[in-house]
């Protein structure tokens, strides 16, 4: 009977990342292939609006243009949150994982990880901002209801 982690291709460089925005988490895994991307099984080509779309490229963009982003797959899972708070987590997961995917013989790659940080460190880093409960005597978290003495 043959071994079942003998089975398994040796050599293959895969990486997994993640990226979080208010309360949508997205996985990536980066993987050899012919450079498509998926997000949550579509391609991410696909993704509408526009605007979401555009902002979730951006680190392939940038990567693209340092040459660091050729024959590499890109499959991402998201979930919670809402339409933009995904899209930050989407783009936070890839450039992460094209930083690790890159790396040299002595850790991430850091030109590219230069470049998101320059471009916007947000690319990097996950956003702690989360929205304030809310607290009695008003209608949210700030607003509080008129009173009158008179």
């Given at each position: 009977m043959v071994n079942k982690?003998?089975?398994?291709?040796?050599?293959?460089?895969?990486v997994n990342t993640s990226g979080k925005r208010k309360t949508a988490i997205a996985r990536a895994t980066l993987k050899p292939g012919k450079g498509r991307v998926r997000v949550n099984g579509s391609p991410i080509h696909i993704m509408e609006p526009e605007l979401a779309r555009r902002k979730a490229l951006e680190p392939l963009l940038i990567a693209?243009?340092?040459?660091?982003?050729?024959?590499?797959?890109?499959?991402i899972d998201v979930r919670g949150g809402g339409q933009m708070g995904q899209v930050d987590a989407i783009r936070t997961a890839?450039?992460?994982g094209l930083v690790k995917y890159n790396d040299g013989a002595e850790g991430d790659d850091e030109e590219l990880r230069d470049e998101f940080i320059r471009f916007e460190?947000?690319?990097?880093?996950?956003?702690?901002r989360r929205k304030e409960p809310k607290h009695q005597m008003g209608r949210g978290a700030r607003k509080k209801w008129q009173k009158s003495y008179r």
């Amino acid at each position: 009977m043959v071994n079942k982690l003998a089975r398994k291709k040796t050599g293959t460089k895969v990486v997994n990342t993640s990226g979080k925005r208010k309360t949508a988490i997205a996985r990536a895994t980066l993987k050899p292939g012919k450079g498509r991307v998926r997000v949550n099984g579509s391609p991410i080509h696909i993704m509408e609006p526009e605007l979401a779309r555009r902002k979730a490229l951006e680190p392939l963009l940038i990567a693209e243009a340092m040459n660091r982003t050729d024959r590499v797959d890109i499959a991402i899972d998201v979930r919670g949150g809402g339409q933009m708070g995904q899209v930050d987590a989407i783009r936070t997961a890839i450039a992460r994982g094209l930083v690790k995917y890159n790396d040299g013989a002595e850790g991430d790659d850091e030109e590219l990880r230069d470049e998101f940080i320059r471009f916007e460190r947000k690319m990097l880093v996950n956003d702690p901002r989360r929205k304030e409960p809310k607290h009695q005597m008003g209608r949210g978290a700030r607003k509080k209801w008129q009173k009158s003495y008179r």
